[in-house]
C-alpha cells in the first residue's frame, strides 16, 4: 500500500493523531501547503487535528480564519491559483453549506471552464457524521450532495492508516478534494454498540502508522474482509459498525471499504458483486438521494444478471439527525442484522 | 511562481495575534473606557450619517461609584432596576446549575452566558412583549426575562419527555413562539436575515411589531450578516441588530472578525445604517441603547446596529476549556467589570437594594432553579430511557408525512421488534 | 385534475404565462403571498414570470431584491416565520448555491427543530435546465441536491397547464417547495430536435390553462403515455423530449412525467414497471449522484422480480455544461434511441 | 396575526424606487459632483481611519475645460495618455463588432462595457504588467490594455476551435492567466474572496505582486463581497478591490444594492479599510487612485476599495432591452460625460492629439477589429459546426480523466456513430 522510502518507522496513531501526522510531513515537504480554518491554529482545531502545526511552521502557514465558510474556501481557491496547496478546514461538515457555491460553481469548475488556464488544487478536510449526540448540526453527512458534482473528489478513511496515506494523496492531488472524516471514529473504531465501552485505535492492525509519508491511492477501494455470502459496500464509520456485525452473526460477506467515492473503485465493487450475487450499501447520510443510490443503480446496471436478491440500503433515516434519538437513528447493529436477514432470506 | 522583484521590498502577511496567550499576564490599560455619560444621544429621528462617533466611542450609564449618568440614563424605577437585577442573576444561577448538570451527565451540551447577562435581559425590558427576538445561542436572558418556566427550558435540555422540541435539538436551542423567541439554529448567523425578513414582514403588513436579533462578534464575519444588513438599509427594515462582541469566538480573538481594524459598531456605517457602540456589561446603557433603537425602528426610521461591547467569562460551551487558547488572567483583569455587580451597585447606591438582600435573592433563585431542575428530572434525562416515542423521529419533517417516512417508520419499529429491543 | 369551482374557463397560455397566472390568482387571493426576487419588480423578471404583477398588487406585495441569494431565501424565511407566504424567484438555478445553507440548515430544518413551532411556508421558483446555450452557470440542473435534503420538496412541472396548477399547491403547501421550471419549455414544448422549427404551446392540450384557481396536487405523477413495452421515468423538458422519440420510434413505451420528485409517487412507478418489466430513466442533471440514481435504486428495490433487463439512466454526462457542444451533452433523441435499443433488445 | 396595536402608528415598508422610468425625462441636476481637484490626496501610507470623507466625496482630475487638477493628478505623459485613450478606444470598438456579431447569430451573448472604459483601461495601466487580476464580466479592457489578441478574444466569444477555452465557457468569460487574467465566473462576486486569497498568497510568499478585483455595485450585496472585505482588513492583503457602481444591476437600480443610505466606498469604513469614492469616467482618477491602493498595498499598508462612479450606458448584456425600465434620456444626461470623450478633449487641450486623429485611430480601430473578426472566423462561429471535437467535452474535469468520464466519452462517441452522426 505504501510504496515509500520515506515512509520511516510506525508508531501507534489514533485517527485525528494520523490525519495531523499527514499535513505535518506534507507541509515539511512542501512549502507551498499551508493550513487554515477556524480555530485551526494557536489552539489546534477543536477537534485538535492541526494541533501543534502553528507552532512548527509558523503563522502565515497555518492560520485561524474569520467564521465564514464562503470566505474560507474563496480564499483558498485564491491561494491555490497562486500557487500554494490549501488544506481548509471546515468545523463541522454541516457548516460546509455556506461555502457551497464556492465549492462547487469556483473548485469544482475552475480546470474545466479555463481549460486548465487555473485549476485549485485545495484540501477541503471537515469532521462529518453522527453518533457523538450533536444534535441536527453536528452530525450531518453530505457527501451525497458533492458526489452529484462533477469536479470535485470525494475521500472518507475509516482508519488511522488509510486518512494519512490517502490525506497525502488528497493533498498532493492537482484537483479539489473534499476529505470527511468521520468523527466517531476519531479515537477509536466504534463497532456499532453505543452502550458498550468505547475501543481506542490501539488494538487495531490499522492504527499502526508510518511516520513520515506515504500514499494511499486516490480512488481505490480496499477489501476489509473476503467474503462469499454477499458484498457490503460502504465507509467511514460504517465499516467498523458492519465489520462487528457480520463477525457477531457468523456471516460470510465480502466487505468493501469504498474509501473514495469520486473516482469510485467501479472494479472492485463489480467484480465482488459478480462473485457473491448479493449486495447490501450501508451508510449513514439520508437515504433519498444519497451515494447509496448510485451505488445500487451502478451494481444494479453492471451486475443484473448476477444479482440473486435487490440490492439493500441501510441508511440514516429521511429525518434531521435526533438529538435524543440519536441511537434510533443511527444505522447500527439491529439495523443492519434485520435488513441481513432480508437479503439472505432467500 | 516568479521570484520577488528584487527593486521591491517583498510582501508580507499579517495575521493577527491576541494580546495575552497561557501564562501571560492579562493587562486591559490600553482599552479605551470613555467616562460614562460622555457620548452624546441624538434624536431617535436623527439621519444615521449625523452621529458616526457613536459607532467608535462606548455609551455608557454606570460610572464607576455605581450612578447612572448622562443623556443615556434610562431614568427607570428602582423596582423596574430590580426586575433586571434579578432576571440578570437568575441567568447566571441557572447557567451554573445547568452546565453542572452537563458535567453530571445529565445532557450533552451546555453554554454559559455568563457576563453577557445584561445584554440579552435589559435589550429584553426595552422590548415590548410581542416584539420577536430571534438570538443566537448566548441570549437564555430573553427567556428568562420574559417569564418562560424554567423547567420546559431544562426539559430542552435534557430532551425528555417534557421537552418541547421532542428531544430534536441540541441543548439550548430553544424555539417559544409564544415568547417571541425563534427557534435557534446552529448554523451561525443565519438568524440574521431571518430577523430583517420578519420586520420587513412586520412593515409591510403595517403591523406596529419590530424584530431585534443578536450574534456573536465572530459570527459577523458570515455573508449572512451582510445579506442582513443590506437587505435591512434597503428597505429601512424595522429591526435591532446586535453584535456581542465578547472578544472571542471559541479561541479565536475578535482580530479575526476584523476588530484591530475598526470596531463592530462601524459596520453600521458601512452600510448607512445607525450604528451604536454601547458598554454591554452595563444593564442601564443596553436599555436605553436598545430602547432608543426600538423608537427608531417603530417610527420607521429604519434598522439600528449596537454592538455590545462585552468579555466571554467563561468558556464557549462545556466542550470548551479556555486556559489553553487565552490568559487565565483575563476575565479579572477585564475592565468592564461584571455586569450583575454593576447593576447591584447602582440599586445600593440608590438605596433600593442591599448585600443582603442580594445574598438572600441569590439562594432563592438557587433554590428555585434546583427545585425546577428536580421537576424537569422527573420528565427524564438525555440518554437515560425517559426520551419520546422512537415514531416521532419521523414526524414534523413535513406538515404530512410523506409514504417514504412512513414506511420508514414501520421500518424501525418493525425491525426493533424483531431484535427484541 | 382541477376540482375546483373557480378555475374558470380556460385560455391559450405558455408556461410563463401559466406562471404568471398562478401568483396572479394566489396574490388575489391571499394577501400574505409576496413575490420578491432579482429584476422581479417593476420589469417583471428577466424571463418575465412577474410581469405586471408589481403594477397590480404593489411594492410591498412584489419588490425586486438586493442580488444575495443568502438575503433573498433568508428574508423569505422571516417572512414565513412572521405568518406571510413569500415565492422568492432565484434567477437562475445555477444561483441557488449561495442560498444552499438558509435552503438546507433554514427553511427545511424550521419545522422539525421547532417541533412546528416556526415554518418556512415559502415556494422558491428558478428556472433550470439546458438547451438554449446558456453555458455552464445558466443550464444547470440541480434537482439532485435539494432531493437528498430532508424537509423540502422539489417539484418540476412539464406543462403550462400543470405549472399553474402545481405552482399553486406548492405556495399553498405549509412547507418549502423548490420550484424548478424548465426553462427550455417556457415558450413551447421542445421535442429534442434543436435543428428543426421550436413549437408554441398553442397546439399542445396542455397549454389550455384555466383562469382561475386549480390544483395540480403535490407528489402525483402523470401518465403521459400507456403502453406495454417499457416505463420510461422523466420530468420537466425530458418528458417532451421522451413522448416525441418514442412518437418517432413507434415504440409502446408508458411515459411517466413524475411531476413531483419529493414527495415522489411512487405507487405510480412501481405499478407501471411491475407491468412492463423494463424501465428506463431519463433526466438532464449529470447522471452520478443524480435523482435517477435514486429512482434506479427504488425500482430496483420494489420491482426486482419484474425487472427483464437492468434499468438504464440517460442523464446528462458528469461534466460541466459545455457552451459549445450543449447539443452532444444534452440528453436528445440520439441517447435516447440507443439506450431503448439496449434496454429492449432482449 | 395580530392586530396592529390601536396606540402606536403602523410601521410601513419602504420599497426604493429608482428616480425616473420609461417615459420620465432624466434630470441629475441633484447629483453631487464636486469640483475636479478639490478632493485631499493623503499619503498611501496614512491610516484609514483619517480620510474617511474620501469615501463619500467624488476623486476627480479632469475638469471641465479639459485640464488636469489637483492632488490626484497623476502627471502622465503623452505618450501614456494616447496609450490610455487608444486602449479606451479600441475597447469601445471592439464591443460595438461583437454585439453587432452576436445579433447576426454568431454567438450566443455580449456584454459592452460602453462607458466603463476608463476603469478597466486606467487602473490596468497604473497597475504592474504582472499584477493578478480577478475581473467582473465587463473588464475586457484589462486585456486589450495588456494587448491580448483579439482573435483570441473573438475566438472566445465564438467557442470556435481557435478558442483557448475550448468551447466550455459562455462568451466573454475569458481566462489568460500569462496576462495576469483571472478565469471570469458565472457567478457574481465570487472573484472577490478568490482575490483576496491570492494576494495573501503572494504576501505570504514574500512576493512582490499584488490582486486587483472588480465587481458590479449590484454584485456588493452577495456574501463573498462581506467574506472578501472580512478577510481583507484581518489580513491586510495587499488587494485593490473595485467596486464599478454603474447605477444598475440588470433592471434594479443601484438602491436595491443600498446606494440611497450611503455611497460604496463606505463599505470599506465599515471594516477599516481604506476607501475611496472616484469619478469612473475621469481615467486620470482611476489611474491615480488605483496608483495609490497599489503604493499601499505593495507598502504592506493593505487593502484599499475604490468605488468608481459610473454609468452603465447600454443594456446589461445582449439579452436585455434597458428602455423597458428606465428613461431612454439618462444616458446623455448623466453628468460624469464619456470618458473616452473627456480623455480625448484632456489630449486635446494639452495640444498633444486633435480631432482629425482621433477620427483616423477611430477609423483604424474598426478596421483592425474587422480584420481580427475574419481571422477568428476562420476558425468558426458558435454552432456552425467548427467546434471543438466532441471528446473534448470530457477533458479536464480533472486532471486525469477517471474511468466512469472515459466510460461516457466511449459511449458517447459509440452512439452518435450508431446514430451516424
Ligand atoms: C456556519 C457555522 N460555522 C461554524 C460554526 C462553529 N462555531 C460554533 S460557535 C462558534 C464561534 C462563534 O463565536 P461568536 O460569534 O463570537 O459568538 P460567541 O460564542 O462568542 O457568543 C463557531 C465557530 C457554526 N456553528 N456555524
Ligand atoms: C450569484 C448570481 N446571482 C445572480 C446572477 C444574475 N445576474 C447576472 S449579472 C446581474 C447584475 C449584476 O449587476 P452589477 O453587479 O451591478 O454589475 P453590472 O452588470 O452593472 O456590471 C445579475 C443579477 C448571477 N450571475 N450570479
Ligand atoms: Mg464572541
Ligand atoms: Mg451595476
Same mark, same amino acid.
Given at each position: 500500500?505504501?510504496?515509500?522510502?520515506?515512509?520511516?518507522?510506525?508508531?501507534?496513531?489514533?485517527?485525528?493523531?494520523?490525519?495531523?501526522?499527514?499535513?505535518?510531513?506534507?507541509?515539511?515537504?512542501?512549502?507551498?501547503?499551508?493550513?487554515?480554518?477556524?480555530?485551526?491554529?494557536?489552539?489546534?482545531?477543536?477537534?485538535?487535528?492541526?494541533?501543534?502545526?502553528?507552532?512548527?511552521?509558523?503563522?502565515?502557514?497555518?492560520?485561524?480564519?474569520?467564521?465564514?465558510?464562503?470566505?474560507?474556501?474563496?480564499?483558498?481557491?485564491?491561494?491555490?491559483?497562486?500557487?500554494?496547496?490549501?488544506?481548509?478546514?471546515?468545523?463541522?461538515?454541516?457548516?460546509?453549506?455556506?461555502?457551497?457555491?464556492?465549492?462547487?460553481?469556483?473548485?469544482?469548475?475552475?480546470?474545466?471552464?479555463?481549460?486548465?488556464?487555473?485549476?485549485?488544487?485545495?484540501?477541503?478536510?471537515?469532521?462529518?457524521?453522527?453518533?457523538?449526540?450533536?444534535?441536527?448540526?453536528?452530525?450531518?453527512?453530505?457527501?451525497?450532495?458533492?458526489?452529484?458534482?462533477?469536479?470535485?473528489?470525494?475521500?472518507?478513511?475509516?482508519?488511522?492508516?488509510?486518512?494519512?496515506?490517502?490525506?497525502?494523496?488528497?493533498?498532493?492531488?492537482?484537483?479539489?478534494?473534499?476529505?470527511?472524516?468521520?468523527?466517531?471514529?476519531?479515537?477509536?473504531?466504534?463497532?456499532?454498540?453505543?452502550?458498550?465501552?468505547?475501543?481506542?485505535?490501539?488494538?487495531?492492525?490499522?492504527?499502526?502508522?508510518?511516520?513520515?509519508?506515504?500514499?494511499?491511492?486516490?480512488?481505490?477501494?480496499?477489501?476489509?474482509?473476503?467474503?462469499?455470502?454477499?458484498?457490503?459496500?460502504?465507509?467511514?464509520?460504517?465499516?467498523?459498525?458492519?465489520?462487528?456485525?457480520?463477525?457477531?452473526?457468523?456471516?460470510?460477506?465480502?466487505?468493501?471499504?469504498?474509501?473514495?467515492?469520486?473516482?469510485?473503485?467501479?472494479?472492485?465493487?463489480?467484480?465482488?458483486?459478480?462473485?457473491?450475487?448479493?449486495?447490501?450499501?450501508?451508510?449513514?447520510?439520508?437515504?433519498?438521494?444519497?451515494?447509496?443510490?448510485?451505488?445500487?443503480?451502478?451494481?444494479?446496471?453492471?451486475?443484473?444478471?448476477?444479482?440473486?436478491?435487490?440490492?439493500?440500503?441501510?441508511?440514516?433515516?429521511?429525518?434531521?439527525?435526533?438529538?435524543?434519538?440519536?441511537?434510533?437513528?443511527?444505522?447500527?447493529?439491529?439495523?443492519?442484522?434485520?435488513?441481513?436477514?432480508?437479503?439472505?432470506?432467500? | 511562481?516568479?521570484?520577488?522583484?528584487?527593486?521591491?521590498?517583498?510582501?508580507?502577511?499579517?495575521?493577527?495575534?491576541?494580546?495575552?496567550?497561557?501564562?501571560?499576564?492579562?493587562?486591559?490599560?490600553?482599552?479605551?473606557?470613555?467616562?460614562?455619560?460622555?457620548?452624546?444621544?441624538?434624536?431617535?429621528?436623527?439621519?444615521?450619517?449625523?452621529?458616526?462617533?457613536?459607532?467608535?466611542?462606548?455609551?455608557?450609564?454606570?460610572?464607576?461609584?455605581?450612578?447612572?449618568?448622562?443623556?443615556?440614563?434610562?431614568?427607570?424605577?428602582?423596582?423596574?432596576?430590580?426586575?433586571?437585577?434579578?432576571?440578570?442573576?437568575?441567568?447566571?444561577?441557572?447557567?451554573?446549575?445547568?452546565?453542572?448538570?452537563?458535567?453530571?451527565?445529565?445532557?450533552?451540551?451546555?453554554?454559559?452566558?455568563?457576563?453577557? /447577562?445584561?445584554?440579552?435581559?435589559?435589550?429584553?425590558?426595552?422590548?415590548?412583549?410581542?416584539?420577536?427576538?430571534?438570538?443566537?445561542?448566548?441570549?437564555?436572558?430573553?427567556?428568562?426575562?420574559?417569564?418562560?418556566?424554567?423547567?420546559?427550558?431544562?426539559?430542552?435540555?435534557?430532551?425528555?419527555?417534557?421537552?418541547?422540541?421532542?428531544?430534536?435539538?441540541?441543548?439550548?436551542?430553544?424555539?417559544?413562539?409564544?415568547?417571541?423567541?425563534?427557534?435557534?439554529?446552529?448554523?451561525?448567523?443565519?438568524?440574521?436575515?431571518?430577523?430583517?425578513?420578519?420586520?420587513?414582514?412586520?412593515?409591510?403588513?403595517?403591523?406596529?411589531?419590530?424584530?431585534?436579533?443578536?450574534?456573536?462578534?465572530?459570527?459577523?464575519?458570515?455573508?449572512?450578516?451582510?445579506?442582513?444588513?443590506?437587505?435591512?438599509?434597503?428597505?429601512?427594515?424595522?429591526?435591532?441588530?446586535?453584535?456581542?462582541?465578547?472578544?472571542?469566538?471559541?479561541?479565536?480573538?475578535?482580530?479575526?472578525?476584523?476588530?484591530?481594524?475598526?470596531?463592530?459598531?462601524?459596520?453600521?456605517?458601512?452600510?448607512?445604517?445607525?450604528?451604536?457602540?454601547?458598554?454591554?456589561?452595563?444593564?442601564?446603557?443596553?436599555?436605553?441603547?436598545?430602547?432608543?433603537?426600538?423608537?427608531?425602528?417603530?417610527?420607521?426610521?429604519?434598522?439600528?446596529?449596537?454592538?455590545?461591547?462585552?468579555?466571554?467569562?467563561?468558556?464557549?460551551?462545556?466542550?470548551?476549556?479556555?486556559?489553553?487558547?487565552?490568559?487565565?488572567?483575563?476575565?479579572?483583569?477585564?475592565?468592564?467589570?461584571?455586569?450583575?455587580?454593576?447593576?447591584?451597585?447602582?440599586?445600593?447606591?440608590?438605596?433600593?437594594?442591599? /448585600?443582603?438582600?442580594?445574598?438572600?435573592?441569590?439562594?432563592?433563585?438557587?433554590?428555585?432553579?434546583?427545585?425546577?431542575?428536580? /421537576?424537569?428530572?422527573?420528565?427524564?434525562?438525555?440518554?437515560?430511557?425517559?426520551?419520546?416515542?422512537?415514531?416521532?423521529?419521523?414526524?414534523?419533517?413535513?406538515?404530512?408525512?410523506?409514504?417514504?417516512?412512513?414506511?420508514?417508520?414501520?421500518?424501525?419499529?418493525?425491525?426493533?421488534?424483531?431484535?427484541?429491543?
Amino acid at each position: 500500500m505504501s510504496g515509500d522510502d520515506e515512509a520511516g518507522a510506525t508508531v501507534r496513531m489514533n485517527m485525528i493523531q494520523a490525519i495531523n501526522s499527514a499535513m505535518d510531513v506534507m507541509m515539511a515537504r512542501d512549502p507551498d501547503v499551508v493550513v487554515m480554518g477556524e480555530d485551526v491554529g494557536y489552539f489546534g482545531g477543536v477537534f485538535r487535528a492541526t494541533a501543534g502545526l502553528q507552532a512548527k511552521f509558523g503563522k502565515t502557514r497555518v492560520f485561524d480564519t474569520p467564521i465564514t465558510e464562503i470566505g474560507i474556501i474563496g480564499v483558498a481557491i485564491g491561494m491555490g491559483a497562486y500557487g500554494l496547496r490549501p488544506v481548509p478546514e471546515i468545523q463541522f461538515a454541516d457548516y460546509i453549506y455556506p461555502a457551497l457555491d464556492q465549492l462547487v460553481s469556483e473548485a469544482a469548475r475552475l480546470r474545466y471552464r479555463s481549460a486548465a488556464d487555473f485549476t485549485a488544487p485545495i484540501t477541503v478536510r471537515s469532521p462529518y457524521g453522527g453518533g457523538i449526540f450533536g444534535g441536527q448540526t453536528h452530525s450531518q453527512s453530505p457527501e451525497g450532495i458533492f458526489t452529484h458534482v462533477s469536479g470535485i473528489k470525494t475521500v472518507i478513511p475509516s482508519t488511522p492508516y488509510d486518512a494519512k496515506g490517502l490525506l497525502i494523496s488528497a493533498i498532493e492531488d492537482n484537483d479539489p478534494v473534499l476529505f470527511l472524516e468521520p468523527k466517531r471514529i476519531y479515537n477509536g473504531p466504534f463497532d456499532g454498540h453505543y452502550d458498550r465501552p468505547s475501543k481506542n485505535w490501539s488494538a487495531h492492525p490499522a492504527g499502526e502508522v508510518p511516520e513520515g509519508h506515504y500514499r494511499v491511492e486516490l480512488g481505490k477501494a480496499a477489501t476489509v474482509r473476503s467474503g462469499e455470502a454477499l458484498t457490503i459496500l460502504c465507509y467511514g464509520t460504517m465499516v467498523h459498525v458492519v465489520s462487528n456485525t457480520i463477525e457477531e452473526l457468523g456471516i460470510d460477506a465480502e466487505i468493501i471499504d469504498l474509501r473514495t467515492l469520486v473516482p469510485l473503485d467501479i472494479e472492485a465493487i463489480e467484480t465482488s458483486v459478480k462473485k457473491t450475487g448479493r449486495c447490501m450499501i450501508v451508510h449513514e447520510a439520508t437515504r433519498t438521494g444519497g451515494f447509496g443510490a448510485e451505488l445500487s443503480a451502478l451494481v444494479q446496471e453492471r451486475c443484473f444478471y448476477h444479482l440473486e436478491a435487490p440490492i439493500e440500503r441501510v441508511t440514516g433515516f429521511d429525518t434531521p439527525y435526533p438529538h435524543s434519538l440519536e441511537w434510533a437513528y443511527f444505522p447500527g447493529p439491529v439495523r443492519i442484522t434485520e435488513a441481513l436477514k432480508k437479503l439472505l432470506k432467500d | 511562481m516568479d521570484a520577488p522583484r528584487a527593486n521591491l521590498p517583498p510582501l508580507s502577511l499579517h495575521v493577527p495575534e491576541p494580546k495575552f496567550r497561557p501564562g501571560d499576564e492579562a493587562d486591559f490599560s490600553d482599552v479605551d473606557v470613555p467616562p460614562a455619560g460622555s457620548a452624546r444621544r441624538p434624536d431617535s429621528a436623527e439621519p444615521a450619517a449625523n452621529f458616526h462617533e457613536l459607532a467608535y466611542t462606548l455609551i455608557r450609564v454606570l460610572d464607576d461609584a455605581g450612578q447612572a449618568v448622562g443623556p443615556w440614563n434610562p431614568r427607570l424605577d428602582a423596582q423596574a432596576l430590580r426586575k433586571m437585577l434579578r432576571s440578570m442573576a437568575m441567568v447566571r444561577a441557572f447557567d451554573e446549575r445547568m452546565f453542572r448538570a452537563q458535567r453530571q451527565g445529565k445532557t450533552s451540551f451546555y453554554m454559559k452566558s455568563t457576563g453577557e /447577562e445584561a445584554i440579552a435581559v435589559a435589550a429584553t425590558m426595552a422590548l415590548a412583549a410581542d416584539d420577536m427576538c430571534f438570538p443566537s445561542y448566548r441570549q437564555q436572558g430573553i427567556l428568562i426575562t420574559r417569564g418562560y418556566p424554567l423547567v420546559t427550558m431544562m426539559n430542552q435540555i435534557y430532551s425528555n419527555k417534557g421537552d418541547p422540541l421532542q428531544g430534536r435539538q441540541l441543548p439550548i436551542m430553544y424555539s417559544a413562539k409564544d415568547h417571541g423567541f425563534f427557534s435557534i439554529s446552529g448554523n451561525l448567523a443565519t438568524q440574521y436575515p431571518q430577523a430583517v425578513g420578519w420586520a420587513m414582514a412586520s412593515a409591510a403588513k403595517g403591523d406596529t411589531r419590530i424584530a431585534a436579533t443578536w450574534c456573536g462578534e465572530g459570527s459577523t464575519a458570515e455573508g449572512d450578516f451582510h445579506s442582513a444588513l443590506t437587505f435591512a438599509t434597503v428597505y429601512r427594515a424595522p429591526v435591532i441588530l446586535n453584535v456581542v462582541n465578547n472578544q472571542w469566538a471559541i479561541s479565536s480573538f475578535s482580530g479575526f472578525a476584523g476588530a484591530e481594524a475598526t470596531t463592530f459598531a462601524a459596520r453600521a456605517v458601512g452600510y448607512g445604517i445607525a450604528g451604536l457602540r454601547v458598554d454591554g456589561n452595563d444593564a442601564l446603557a443596553v436599555y436605553a441603547a436598545t430602547q432608543w433603537a426600538a423608537e427608531r425602528a417603530r417610527t420607521n426610521q429604519g434598522p439600528t446596529l449596537i454592538e455590545h461591547f462585552t468579555y466571554r467569562a467563561e468558556g464557549h460551551s462545556t466542550s470548551d476549556d479556555p486556559t489553553a487558547y487565552r490568559s487565565a488572567g483575563e476575565p479579572n483583569a477585564w475592565p468592564l467589570g461584571d455586569p450583575v455587580r454593576r447593576l447591584k451597585e447602582h440599586l445600593i447606591a440608590l438605596g433600593e437594594w442591599d /448585600e443582603e438582600r442580594h445574598a438572600a435573592q441569590d439562594l432563592e433563585l438557587a433554590e428555585e432553579v434546583k427545585r425546577a431542575q428536580k /421537576e424537569a428530572e422527573k420528565n427524564g434525562i438525555l440518554g437515560h430511557g425517559m426520551h419520546q416515542p422512537f415514531e416521532t423521529m419521523f414526524e414534523g419533517v413535513f406538515e404530512e408525512m410523506p409514504w417514504h417516512l412512513k414506511e420508514q417508520s414501520e421500518q424501525m419499529i418493525a425491525e426493533r421488534k424483531a431484535a427484541g429491543i
